[in-house]
């Protein structure tokens, strides 16, 4: 019913310090230099994320521009090239044309009569604050059902996305959008979600994601589906771990009540700091 799109958490190493104009007392930090007698005040506390190559999230983090499925305000840096896997099924290619632009190309592989998928999408950051910042996406794709019947279609959004801390690399996102398609009864006219991403530790962060959409057939239907994931990685790959549960009449008190396994790759290459 819904694909999603990468996932990513940050490793950072941290630089050795260099001693200049003369040589400071280990231990503590702090010292007095020994060429001129002054008193060298300790170093800054580190940061969650020590040493990156740039103070922001889409520096240290490989999945920034997207929650679990929905996307953030986020875009990858200027040169960058994303590769994903989702599910083992799902594969996606994109390019990061500059800071603020970059687009992605991601499909279902066709096997047997499971449904698949081709999509284009594009994102612009429009706004990039401290604490705030603004997106606008949009697609266009073809959806295949299990029927094998064809719908073709676009999608139209955008992401908010507020930082809880410096880098941004813990934040919450809301991303509105709708879809226009040839076969509007089938499809999902709009969906609107919200995600928080909690970094706990320099490898590992946690994110939720909440979703709600309408889908238009005979009777409008309300479909609610919650992905939660244990995100771990490094500055250039990702692993998302975790689970999606849609709220189906289905899967109450069955073997999955606690969802369905969430399993997604992501690399990215290219980029400078």
Not at 158 to 169: G, M, P
Not at 223 to 241: C, E, H, K, T
């Amino acid at each position: 019913m819904l694909r999603a799109l990468p996932a990513i958490t940050v490793l950072l190493l941290a630089a050795p310090a260099v001693a200049q104009d003369g040589e400071v007392s280990e231990g503590t930090g702090s010292g007095t230099n020994t060429s001129t007698g002054a008193a060298v005040p300790p170093p800054p506390p580190e940061s969650a994320l020590p040493d990156a190559p740039a103070g922001d999230v889409r520096y240290l983090d490989a999945a920034a521009n997207r929650v679990v499925w929905l996307p953030t305000a986020e875009t990858n840096p200027e040169g960058t090239f994303i590769f994903g896997i989702y599910e083992l099924l799902g594969l996606q290619f994109g390019y990061a044309l500059t800071d603020d632009f970059e687009f992605a190309l991601t499909g279902v592989i066709p096997i047997d009569t499971l449904p698949y998928a081709f999509d284009l999408s594009l994102k612009w950051n429009v706004l990039r604050h401290d604490v705030f910042r603004i997106a606008l996406f949009g697609s266009i794709g073809v959806y295949v059902d299990g029927d094998r019947d064809e719908a073709i279609g676009g999608r139209a959004g955008a992401a908010f996305q507020l930082c809880f801390n410096d880098d941004c690399t813990s934040h919450a996102s809301l991303s509105a959008g709708a879809l226009i398609s040839n076969r509007i009864d089938t499809q999902l006219p709009f969906a609107i979600g919200a995600g928080v991403v909690v970094r706990v530790h320099r490898l590992l962060a946690l994110v939720v994601e909440p979703l709600y959409g309408r889908i238009e057939q005979m009777n409008a239907e309300d479909a609610f589906v919650l992905n939660y994931v244990f995100r771990i990685g490094q500055l250039d790959w990702s692993l998302d771990v975790g689970m999606t549960r849609p709220f189906v009449d289905e899967l109450s008190g069955g073997p999955f009540v606690a969802g369905f396994p969430w399993l997604a790759f992501n690399y990215r290459l290219g980029w400078e700091p």
